[in-house]
Nanobody, 124 residues
Framework: QVQLVESGGGLVQAGGSLRLSCAASGRTVSNYVMGWFRQAPGKEREFVAAISWSGGSTRYAVTVKGRFTISRDNAKNTVYLQMDSLKPEDTAVYYC?????????????????WGQGTQVTVSS
């Protein structure tokens, strides 16, 4: 069992930056693919970014590529999402997820563990 806890969400103006953290406990996630998803009111939970076990490979949704950066620190059992040039459309609850497969999947059904989410609100 892996427990994931997100933090770092909040209110930010458009064009600003925010860094989310996801702390894992229970078991090491150094051999897990880690991902970030987000869900806005009335919408399905959508893929944002994923990172491989070693951190050597990443994958991003088209909507955030070039603005968001996913990274991980396996020594701290933590994954991060650096969000720059934020837009009001980025407003959502952001979820951290862990996947035991070796593929950088964008499918939420492939992820085994989920955090409780952290709210990100971007004002105009």
């Amino acid at each position: 069992q892996v427990q994931l806890v997100e933090s770092g969400g909040g209110l930010v103006q458009a064009g600003g930056s925010l860094r989310l953290s996801c702390a894992a406990s229970g078991r090491t996630v150094s051999n897990y693919v880690m991902g970030w998803f987000r869900q806005a009111p009335g919408k399905e939970r959508e893929f944002v970014a994923a990172i491989s076990w070693s951190g050597g490979s990443t994958r991003y949704a088209v909507t955030v590529k070039g603005r968001f950066t996913i990274s991980r620190d396996n020594a701290k059992n933590t994954v991060y999402l650096q969000m720059d040039s934020l837009k009001p459309e980025d407003t959502a609850v952001y979820y951290c997820a862990a996947d035991r497969t070796v593929v950088l999947t964008t499918r939420r059904v492939d992820y085994d563990y989920w955090g409780q989410g952290t709210q990100v609100t971007v004002s105009s």
